[in-house]
């Protein structure tokens, strides 16, 4: 009986589900393509799909055991039983050996799908509901009636033993599984981000993060745009003002809750929930599809509110994003640390969003809050955010006899100060990198005055066109010397300088100042004691590490000196940010508690009585935290302690000047 029903439905139900699907396919397609241009070759992208599915996506996942196994056996026992229930059913090759491997597939899938309704009973609060509590029962009803249909197929009971009941009632389990599974990938529902989530990892906005690779670099805006196109605009207001690969990578977004649980504003009780701003951004672009659905379980951006939606969204993609979607005081919450994105399994780029709609608020609007505004003028009119008559930037080496590089023109290394030069707690930090230098017999030099902002800040704060003058002008200083690199003690201008002026034109090599040492003492040039005393745990600078991965060099030299060292819960790339970057001072958005205040927390746990930083602003938020508290010092303060000064050779033993190019 099931034989001969079976073939007279199957070319029926083939077409009609492979018809709902493509056409649930363009509209999703249609959708994200009402983002601007932004071109990805399309056969090296879906070529690199899998390779990144099987890599990074699942270095990402695993992170959390219980749910890297119950992926691995759920997704993997789906697309293998879609396999073969194609091959057994469709065109019925070698029913009862393939048949008998479906049978094994479609149980690995129920005992995943079981381990995913176990974590359903009682999910973490960052986990959404509403459409995804469903999910799980999808999963069993799929896998356990196709399990069942398979066995007479299988050659495992006789047909016979089916009769017309059991057989409609398996059916239509079947069909509520794979409406769910392959249907909810077009047309919307949990499942979505396996489409969506498939296809982003191939048209990435950032090709260059795979494979091992770090793209964290924001990306230059054309200035000059809106002057050939009245239309333009300089960063996004609109859903449709973002690529249309980004609506696409939001659009996979998992609602895992992953990137809130380690949002550090999330944390402090500031309006931002990084999960929520990907989601309301969602509603915007999809014309209000899936709000009536899902609108009231992606979270809200306060912690005692969590999964309550505290404004009723009805989007469109020609909506203003925020005051329409999104608070201003949401993006203004954002420190940029990046947390959001590498905890984020399906490669979401949260930050790259939020500048780009500070972009809009700042240069369109002049909606700069706190003390952006005069941060910004302050730019404009002395190259520095405090005001600073640029002409003192040097009276903090008054007395270092610091060489400067329009008198000595060549050198080996250009010491960056950065804003520590006009900071009196930075100012030590510098003295101490200047006295490294010196006895490792470093030749190195400084702009002195010539040298300007770096520009990070403004262009964290969305004013693209202060941040492009300022890099530029520093351009055009550097091209006029030669040196080996540069060497700065501050992680956000080692960024931008590294990895955001290439853009436009200055191309260079920059060392953190502890990889710089960190180098000098292996290769014998610093000598070091190794009698430090006291337990030191160290905070990784957010630009320094999860921006350019640079977390064994700082640890490596507090090694070296003997440290009793210990790591706070926090570290590496799970580093809990100071508070100090994307100008989350300035703007100062009130919370329940300060950044500051729970990495602080973080290093008390520890029962340390040192806290080693490697960034100037680190060290300034984690100095303002009141007492009883570890005290902060910088990693040159800690090599200075230790140093061993050698003594001087003579002139003739002296090494000879690097070769520079």
């Not at 009636?145 to 398979?150: N, Y």
Request: with cysteine.
């Amino acid at each position: 009986m099931l034989n001969s029903l079976l073939p007279s439905l199957l070319p029926f139900l083939v077409v009609l589900t492979l018809s709902l699907w493509v056409i649930g396919a363009i509209r999703r397609v249609n959708m994200w393509r009402q983002g601007q241009d932004n071109p990805v070759a399309f056969f090296p992208a879906i070529k690199a799909i899998i390779p990144r599915y099987l890599n990074d996506l699942h270095h990402v996942v695993e992170r959390d055991k219980y749910i890297s196994n119950t992926h691995v056996a759920t997704a993997g026992g789906f697309v293998l039983s879609m396999v073969l229930i194609i091959l057994v059913y469709v065109f019925g090759l070698a029913p009862e050996i393939l048949g008998k491997l479906l049978l094994a597939s479609l149980a690995m899938m129920f005992v995943g799908a079981c381990f995913v309704a176990k974590r359903r009973i009682n999910p973490p609060s960052r986990l959404s509901k509403g459409p995804w509590m469903r999910l799980p029962k999808s999963l069993i009803s799929f896998s356990l009636s196709f399990f069942i249909l398979t066995l007479p197929a299988s050659g495992v009971i006789s047909a016979d033993a089916f009769g017309w009941v059991l057989v409609v009632i398996l059916s239509a389990f079947s069909f509520m599984g794979l409406t769910e599974m392959l249907f909810g990938m077009t047309w919307g529902g949990p499942m979505k981000h396996a489409f969506a989530g498939a296809l982003h990892l191939g048209f990435h906005p950032r090709q260059d993060r795979f494979n091992g690779g770090r793209s964290t670099g924001l990306k230059a805006l054309d200035l000059n745009r809106p002057m050939v196109d009245k239309d333009a605009k300089l960063g996004v207001e609109m859903p449709a003002d973002f690529k249309w690969n980004q609506l696409l990578g939001f659009d996979a977004c998992v609602q895992c809750g992953r990137c809130e649980s380690m949002c550090p504003a999330f944390a402090a009780g500031q309006p931002l929930n990084p999960k929520k701003v990907i989601q309301d951004i969602v509603i915007g672009m999809s014309h209000a599809q899936d709000a009536t659905t899902e609108a009231n379980y992606y979270g809200s951006p306060y912690p005692e509110n969590q999964g309550v939606e505290v404004k009723d969204h009805k989007g469109n993609m020609h909506q203003p994003i925020v005051n329409g979607l999104i608070e201003p005081e949401t993006l203004w919450s954002c420190t940029t640390c990046r947390a959001c994105v590498e905890e984020c399994p399906m490669f979401i780029e949260h930050v790259d969003a939020i500048v780009d709609m500070r972009r809009f608020l700042t240069l369109e609007k002049g909606q700069t809050p706190g003390q952006g505004s005069q941060v910004i003028d302050n730019l404009i009119a002395t190259d520095n955010p405090n005001g600073y008559n640029p002409t003192h930037r040097m009276n903090w080496a008054a007395d270092q006899n610091l060489p400067l590089m329009k008198d000595v023109k060549r050198t080996q290394v250009l010491l960056w100060m950065g804003d520590a030069a006009f900071d009196m707690r930075g100012q030590r930090t510098l003295r101490a990198v200047v006295k490294l230098l010196r006895s490792a017999n470093v030749e190195f030099a400084v702009l002195g005055n010539e040298e300007k902002d770096s520009g990070d800040l403004a262009r964290r704060l969305g004013d693209e066109a202060t941040f492009q003058r300022l890099a530029n002008a520093n351009i055009a200083t550097l091209r006029q010397y030669h040196f080996d690199m540069i060497v700065t003690a501050d992680p956000h201008s080692f960024h931008v300088i590294g990895n955001e002026y290439g853009e436009l034109g200055g191309q260079y090599k920059v060392l953190h100042h502890t990889t710089f040492m960190n180098e000098l003492s292996e290769s014998g040039r610093l000598h070091l004691k190794d009698d430090l005393r006291g337990k030191v745990t160290y905070h990784d600078p957010c630009y320094l590490g999860r921006y350019n991965g640079e977390f064994e060099a700082p640890r490596s030299l507090l090694k070296s000196m003997g440290a009793d060292f210990v790591e706070m819960e926090r570290s590496n790339f799970r580093s809990r940010c100071c508070g100090g970057g994307g100008a989350a001072p300035i703007t100062d958005i009130p919370g329940e508690k300060r950044i500051p205040d729970m990495r602080i927390d973080d290093a008390n746990a520890t029962g340390a009585e040192i806290v080693a930083v490697a960034c100037p602003q680190c060290a300034l938020m984690l100095e303002g935290v009141v007492t009883p508290r570890p005290e902060v010092k910088d990693i040159a303060e800690l090599l200075v302690e230790q140093l061993v000064v050698m003594q001087e050779p003579a002139e003739s033993n002296k090494p000879a000047p690097a070769e520079v190019q």
